[in-house]
């Protein structure tokens, strides 16, 4: 399954697309082999009451997926975008310490969201958030906003700023770990699937009845199978595949910060 | 047909070649930039140090002082100051130390010595002006390395007229400091005369000047002007002064001159009667060892210590570790403006180098230069820095008078008998 929804958009629908017409092929071949003159009339007859139920059954099967998933792609887009203002914050509340120790918090804030940027999304895409580099910068964004929250000079205002801010980046991106982890319910997948090729067999034994003719209705209706079954799994995975949650807002953060944005003392030509 | 075909794959490849040439590519234009002189970049290759220079006067508690901060600096780049060196964007930092002996010749002798490492980035010194003025500034900024001093202070080296390009200082211009020492003489001690006793160089000489100009403006006269040879003898300058005894005279010197020409001034009975200034670069514990009881009521200026004091991370946490690290108070004055020279240099770098994937790094030198223009109001532990384009860095200071034997650099708490705070825009408009 990571495979799959590894591929980029166009592999992904041509592979679904050929796997779908290779079965539909198949049923076809198995029709035409096992099913003569009047048991293709009286099957096709039993199979067109029941289009409508298999349609309805396959739009609503394969429509809570599309949602489902989508909806936790968009759910991690906002966690994305929650992070970056949390580290946007932090940026802020560490223009008001000391300019050295705003600069070092700065300095590992920006070093994590480089290394978010750059490895993040390939180790979350394995599942092995460990792996990525971004771990280990934000341990060190951690010891240093902790080592800086400790020092007896800074006022509780400007300790509690960068800690709730520190806060709300960890808590963000334990969640993208979190949905990175999860994986497209297979069963509901699978049942979908079937309900698929029901769909398919469905549409070829009624075509079969009806006369080569109203074999185009049965392969528009392959098609949105296959399109149906590729959406899903194009959008299953936040990390990898075509539809990725987008880097661009913490690319953006990173330009900021080195480029001195968010120090108070930098005037931006 | 066809030349429909090939029209719309024209627009095709036109359209992708735009997107592709409009894209930004921070790598491209930084190799671009690097391309166009061999002294333009450093390239700092993944596991290689980042090369930091200092020239300073190692022998001299101002240049003791302005090398252990800049250590203290690279410590810091971790947050903690525990010994252990931090990491700048992924890499270490390697200072290279050269002495310049406080002479021209010592400034490009000890600048050449840096220079022969291709990848250095910045040095931070020179502790004396007259090792800078015509000499180290002239040879890095000849090879646009960055020069940032945290103690040379004559106005000539941020004079738009001699100006090198590449030279930045984080300490006060003397135009203040002279001003300031001619306010305490005329307003304080009410002196009416003034002698100077100075050595011909880029620093003693300007200040001596700087003071006289203000003691002059402010009313009084400078009656007496004694020169003597660095490292020389004094009694001819002495004679000078005895010859037309002042009721101040100011001594812009450097040890061991300070404390052989205060030797000599209380010798003389000619110049009983008169009070001794001398200037920051003097305000050393090595001048009151030397002059044992003799020190007793000489005045020094230099930067208020009592503002440092304020700064609860320099009171709370800087001079906590200086004091672990090194076992003893900062010698001098100059530790401040060298821990916020170091820091200023680092925040340019930042700023201004891309990053290469893997971790290398691409530091352009102009950049560095250009980032630090940007500078406009950082809070550094010494004041509040905004750097302009000839250099200076420290557009106002408070300057304090102390008297012997409670100078902050003997006695951290010591209370000045005068201060005052001025701007370079209000010394130059007076000028």
């Not at chain 1, 709730?164 to 949905?179: L, M």
Request: with cysteine; net charge neutral; glycine share 8%.
């Amino acid at each position: 399954m990571a495979l799959l929804t590894s591929l980029d958009s166009w592999a992904l629908v041509v592979l679904i697309l050929a796997l779908t017409l290779i079965v539909s092929g198949a049923i076809a071949f198995a029709l035409s082999r096992f099913l003569g003159g009047p048991e293709r009339e009286k099957a096709g007859n039993t199979a067109a009451a029941y289009m409508t139920a298999l349609g309805s059954l396959f739009a609503i099967l394969t429509g809570f997926l599309i949602n489902s998933e989508y909806s936790t792609l968009r759910d991690t887009q906002r966690i994305v975008g929650q992070e970056v203002s949390s580290a946007s914050r932090l940026a802020y509340a560490s223009t008001s310490l000391p300019s050295a120790d705003g600069e070092v918090v700065q300095d590992a804030l920006a070093a994590y969201l480089g290394d978010v940027r750059v490895g993040e999304w390939q180790a979350l895409a394995q599942d092995a958030a460990t792996k990525s580099p971004a771990t280990d910068s934000l341990r060190q964004l951690e010891r240093a906003v902790a080592t800086v929250a400790t020092r007896d000079y800074l006022k509780d205002a400007e300790v509690s700023g960068v800690t709730g801010a520190i806060e709300g980046v960890t808590a963000a991106r334990r969640q993208r770990v979190v949905i990175a982890a999860q994986e497209l319910p297979i069963a509901l997948f699978a049942l979908s699937v079937i309900a698929g090729v029901a769909l398919v067999a469905n549409a070829l034994l009624v075509a079969a009845r009806a006369g080569p003719k109203y074999g185009l209705v049965a392969l528009g209706i392959i098609l949105v199978v296959a399109l149906d079954l590729a959406a899903i799994l194009a959008i299953s995975a936040p990390f990898r595949g075509p539809f990725q949650v987008d880097v661009a807002p913490i690319s953006q953060l990173v330009d900021e910060l080195t480029s001195g944005q968010y120090l108070d003392w930098v005037t931006i030509r | 047909m066809r030349a429909r075909i090939a029209l719309a794959v024209g627009a095709i490849v036109a359209a992708v070649g735009l997107v592709a040439c409009g894209t930004p590519n921070p790598e491209r234009a930084a190799r671009q930039e690097c391309a166009q002189s061999k002294d333009a970049c450093v390239l700092v290759g993944v596991g290689r140090p980042i090369y930091l220079g200092t020239l300073l006067l190692e022998t001299d508690p101002a240049g003791i002082d302005a090398k252990r901060s800049a250590q203290m600096a690279v410590d810091y780049l971790d947050g903690v100051f525990d010994g252990v060196d931090g990491e700048l964007m992924g890499h270490s930092i390697a200072v290279l130390a050269e002495d310049e002996d406080c002479t021209p010749k010592g400034g490009i002798a000890g600048a050449k010595r840096l220079l022969l490492e291709p990848d250095l980035v910045a040095v931070i010194g020179t502790t004396c002006s007259a090792a800078a003025q015509d000499a180290a500034a002239t040879e890095l900024s000849r090879r646009s390395v960055l020069m940032i001093s945290p103690s040379n202070t004559s106005p000539k080296l941020t004079d738009p007229a001699t100006h090198e390009r590449f030279y930045f200082r984080t300490v006060f211009n003397d135009l203040i400091q002279g001003a300031v020492v001619a306010d305490f003489a005329r307003e304080k001690l009410g002196a009416r005369t003034a002698g100077v006793i100075s050595v011909p160089d880029a620093y003693s000489k300007v200040l001596g000047d700087a003071f006289a100009k203000a003691f002059w403006g402010a009313g009084g006269r400078v009656i007496a002007r004694g020169s003597m040879r660095f490292r020389g003898s004094p009694d001819r300058a002495v004679a000078a002064l005895a010859a037309n005894p002042p009721q101040v005279a100011f001594l812009p010197l450097f040890e061991p001159d300070c404390s052989r020409t205060v030797k000599a001034i209380k010798a003389t009975p000619a110049l009983s009667g008169t009070k001794i200034i001398v200037s920051e670069a003097c305000q050393s514990p090595l001048l009151v060892r030397a002059l044992g009881e003799q020190a007793a009521g000489v005045y020094a200026s230099g930067p208020d210590a009592s503002d440092l004091r304020q700064g609860a991370f320099y009171r709370q946490a800087y001079l906590p570790a200086y004091r672990k690290a090194f076992g003893e108070n900062p010698p001098s004055v100059f530790h401040a403006p060298a821990f916020d020279a170091v820091n200023l240099l680092f925040g340019a770098i930042r700023r201004s180098s891309v990053r290469l994937p893997g971790g290398a790094l691409i530091i352009n030198r102009a950049r560095v230069r250009r980032s630090l223009l940007d500078v406009q109001g950082y809070r550094g532990i010494s004041g509040i820095l905004t750097c302009t384009s000839t250099g200076d860095c420290a557009q106002s200071a408070r300057i304090a008078v102390y008297r012997a034997p409670a100078w902050p650099t003997l006695q951290p708490r010591a209370k000045p008998v005068f201060s005052k705070s001025l701007t370079l825009a209000e010394v130059i408009g007076q000028g």
